[in-house]
């Protein structure tokens, strides 16, 4: 071993010196720092720290409100904006708006005795929650689920629901009155009335009668006074001198469709999808109007399944715009930038992108070819040129009666309402020499005015035929509204099947067939900005249509074996073509595989088909034969013509009756094959009749009666998930 010298020994305690210096630095000069206490998070306190916690915003932001919403299509947010606007103006109170699936619930208990919780649920589907509120559902259902306080308990609790539903539907405001029923069983305290809008009849108007006797147990409840706010503006508007043109929003929906970038193609970033074929499939256009248009989505990243929907994205007509711009005062710097800034962006977020043109926010992004609602009439009374005209509105506001008589039936759109209260005619073509300009401030448009939302369609075929393109079937919605003494009869037309219309014939470079006036300068068929924004939907001689696909549960059983029965008269049949090609597609590979025999053991599938005539209205009456030829018998039609064929005693025959002619087959299909029934259409009278045959034929087939042998089969079907339905009021 040999010798270490003295100057290495040094080095090395130098060394090992220096290491424990640096080691234990915090300790050695902690001399010169501040103690510091840690900070231990308890449960429930997390502060601004966790974005998932609503008490703490709350507590940071002095608001004494949280609303949650449950919202598939937009509707039930509108309404809980529309609540919080109306807390600040008549308490002074702030809100807390929420999406129910951003935040966590386990200190909802947390919330204090001087605030209370609103929840506005719209049911979706068979009695479901919509997409965003499954979570919250689920927490206060769960017994098992604990809130801070380690109890499934409310009791401290003040809360206030208003659901949103259809009585049409089995499930009416299913989702409202289980949230309703849950917290009362924590021992929570519910405000005033359980609110219900039926969007059947009139959601408005249900909303407007339950509000009033909801906000007077509300100030008793939190011990406040009406008065103590007033109105104040959600937006600032303002008017750019200079803004790059190629980042003004000219009714491009998100940020990449302006830049023109790649990305997922959802609601928030719609696809512009070419037109590959577009055709008329009514036989006589000239009275009635269906379409049958292609859309091409190659190389987007959409996927979709058979029975899936798909949301296309319309624009306001030219001639609703143009009024509204006349009726404002507008037209004359229709395309001045504009910036929108929101003056409380937890209350109202600025509902689409900025900066963009006066034009642009009438023409893309907010609904003016709605019914003008009644509430709104109220607030724009204030700016009315005139004393006849504010008389004019507040009458309508205040009177629900003439409401209904003139605006409700008269189908009058706001700029309309705005025309006929000012004395001006809304026949002719609006300009600034025949409409009176009303000083209403942008803001309260912007704030007053929902969000333009696109229409769904029920898909009418199968990836496995048509895997890059989407089929879409479209009755045109065309009808005459009722006159009154301050409005004439007109025709009314649908914005999403119009403007569907619009582009069909545009694709083909025909003339559309239907009536139009003879004089230009009436107001008649509606046009829209079809080309899109920069016209970007429009290339050489293509047009484009901006959509997205919604998912759906409505799908056939995995296996061929199980029958299937389909009921859907009218454009109902839409998804069942879908349906069908699925079918198509899967006979095909098995018969391919394993010869001609593969279909043997295959379940029947039974279409129910109603339309007004063979001759008239019969959808895809050419492809039918082709797809039941390729089924080797397996596909079977029952069609209805109820302007056509006729009961012996004169009535007319519809889908329902096929039904039950057919009933012992039907019997045995869902209760020896196990098998599943599919229901699309209008829900008012078809499905429910449809149900009602269903269950007299299973009532009678188990040897019973309709009312409890029947209705409890029909029942048991659809908690199985074999009697699906995907059907509109």
């Known amino acids: 071993m040999g010798t270490t010298s003295t100057s290495d020994i040094i080095i090395l305690a130098l060394g090992v010196g220096l290491a424990a210096a640096y080691l234990f630095r915090d300790q050695l000069f902690a001399a010169s720092k501040p103690k510091v206490a840690p900070v231990v998070a308890s449960k429930g306190q997390n502060g601004s720290g966790n974005p998932r916690d609503f008490i703490a915003k709350m507590k940071e932001g002095k608001k004494r409100l949280v609303i949650f919403y449950g919202s598939q299509t937009g509707t039930a947010e509108e309404y809980a904006i529309r609540l919080a606007k109306e807390a600040k103006t008549k308490f002074g109170l702030a809100s807390l708006v929420c999406d129910p699936e951003e935040y966590d619930f386990e200190n909802l208990d947390q919330l204090p005795e001087d605030c209370a919780a609103f929840f506005v649920m719209a049911t979706y589907g068979e009695g479901e929650p919509t997409d965003n509120a499954v979570q919250l559902m689920q927490n206060l259902q769960d017994e098992s689920f604990e809130f801070s306080n380690g109890e499934h308990k409310l009791s401290d609790l003040k809360y206030v629901v208003f659901g949103l539903g259809n009585k049409t539907y089995e499930h009416y405001n299913s989702i409202g009155r289980t949230v309703d029923a849950e917290l009362t069983k924590m021992g929570a305290t519910r405000i005033g009335e359980r609110g219900e809008g039926d969007d059947d009849k009139s959601m408005e108007e249900d909303y407007l009668e339950w509000k009033d006797g909801m906000w007077e147990a509300f100030a008793t409840a939190l011990g406040v006074e009406e008065g103590q706010g007033g109105d104040s503006a959600d937006f600032v508007v303002s008017e750019l001198d200079s803004h790059p043109p190629e980042k003004v929003y000219l009714g491009e929906l998100s940020a990449r469709a302006l830049t023109r970038t790649r990305g997922i193609h959802d609601a928030k970033n719609p696809y512009p999808a070419p037109i590959t074929e577009a055709r008329e499939l009514f036989q006589n256009p000239a009275a009635r109007n269906c379409v049958h248009i292609e859309l091409n989505t190659d190389g987007s990243g959409i996927t979709y399944q058979h029975g899936d929907h798909v949301g296309v994205w319309p624009s306001n007509p030219d001639v609703e715009v143009d009024r509204l711009l006349c009726a404002l005062g507008l037209m004359d710097k229709k395309d001045h930038v504009i910036g929108i800034e929101s003056l409380d962006p937890a209350l109202a977020k600025v509902p689409f992108p900025v900066p963009t043109t006066y034009a642009t926010v009438l023409r893309h992004y907010i609904d003016i070819s709605a019914v003008a609602g009644r509430q709104i009439l109220g607030t724009f009374s204030k700016f009315a040129p005139n004393q006849s005209a504010e008389e004019f509105l507040k009458s309508l506001n205040s009177n629900k009666e003439e409401y209904h008589n003139v605006v409700g039936l008269g189908c009058l759109k706001l700029g309309e309402v705005l025309q006929i209260a000012a004395g001006n005619d809304i026949k002719p073509r609006p300009t600034t020499e025949n409409t009176t300009a009303w000083s209403i401030p942008f ?56 403007f569907l219309f619009n582009l069909r014939y545009a694709a083909t470079g025909e003339t559309a067939l239907i009536a139009t006036s003879p004089d230009p300068a009436v107001a008649s068929v509606p046009s829209y900005q079809i080309e899109g924004p920069r016209g970007v939907y429009k290339e050489d001689t293509v047009y484009k249509a901006p959509i997205h696909v919604r998912r759906s549960t409505f799908r056939l059983p995995t296996n061929p074996k199980s029958p299937v029965i389909m009921i859907g008269p009218g454009t109902g049949v839409a998804p069942f073509r879908g349906f069908v090609q699925e079918r198509v597609a899967l006979a095909r590979r098995s018969i391919e595989k394993n010869g001609p025999d593969a279909l043997a053991d295959w379940g029947r599938i039974s279409l129910f088909y109603g339309c007004r005539r063979s001759n008239e209205d019969f959808l895809y009456a050419d492809e039918w034969p082709k797809y039941a030829e390729e089924l080797h018998g397996k596909f079977i039609m029952h069609c209805a013509f109820s302007r056509q064929n006729y009961k012996p005693d004169g009535s007319k025959i519809y889908v329902q009756d096929l039904l039950w002619d057919d009933r012992e087959h039907v019997a045995e299909a869902i209760l020896q094959g196990k098998g ?45 998930s074999r009697l699906m339905l995907d059907v509109w009021s």
């Open 676 to 720: 599943y029934v599919y229901i699309c259409g209008e829900a008012k009278n078809m499905s429910k009749q449809v149900e009602d045959v269903l269950a007299r034929i299973l009532g009678e087939a188990k040897g019973g009666s309709a009312a409890v042998e029947g209705v409890a089969e029909v029942k048991l079907l659809k908690e199985r």
């Open 443 to 498: 803001d309260i448009i912007v704030s007053s005015i929902p969000r333009l939302q696109p229409r769904y369609y029920s898909i009418s075929s199968s990836p496995k035929l048509h895997a890059n393109s989407i089929h879409v079937t479209c009755v045109v919605l065309k009808y005459q509204s009722e006159a009154s003494q301050h409005a004439s009869q007109k025709w009314c037309y649908g914005i999403g099947s119009n």
